[in-house]
């Protein structure tokens, strides 16, 4: 795999849980960075900017995104994993979710400077918007 640009998306995220039958609530959709809406049987999972999330929701805050430069053809292999072994190594945990076009990692906001030091080292390059 070849090295990927990447660029930390501002602002803090949110996980939220929420009943599977739920509505998505308009809160979720509120900004034009990203949002991921996942539904299973189970229950509706938001990711969304922390700041719109109300105070009593169930969600697990203090996340940041560091989005991955696409678009990727579906017969890349790699991309995932040339980003998440070098964090495991450094003991970093991430969250990723892929869209149509890229990658997005989400990790704990004191994770965010060590992730792009591990990442810069593994031969990744960082840019800002």
């Avoid at 053809?73 to 892929?98: K, T, W, Y």
Wanted: a negative charge.
């Amino acid at each position: 795999m070849q090295p990927l640009t990447l660029f930390t998306l501002p602002g803090s995220y949110a996980f939220c849980r929420l009943h599977p039958d739920g509505h998505i609530p308009h809160w979720a959709l509120l900004g034009d960075d990203f949002v991921s809406l996942t539904r299973t049987r189970d229950e509706l999972s938001v990711v969304c900017l922390q700041s719109n999330v109300p105070a009593e929701a169930q969600a697990e805050r203090g996340w940041r995104c560091i989005k991955v430069e696409g678009p990727f053809d579906f017969s890349v292999s790699g991309v995932h994993a040339s980003l998440a072994l070098p964090l495991a190594e450094a003991n970093i945990s991430v969250m990723a979710i892929a869209t149509y076009e890229t990658d997005h990692l989400l990790l704990k906001e004191q994770d965010l400077e060590p992730a792009i030091a591990v990442l810069t080292k593994a031969g990744h390059t960082f840019r800002t918007e």
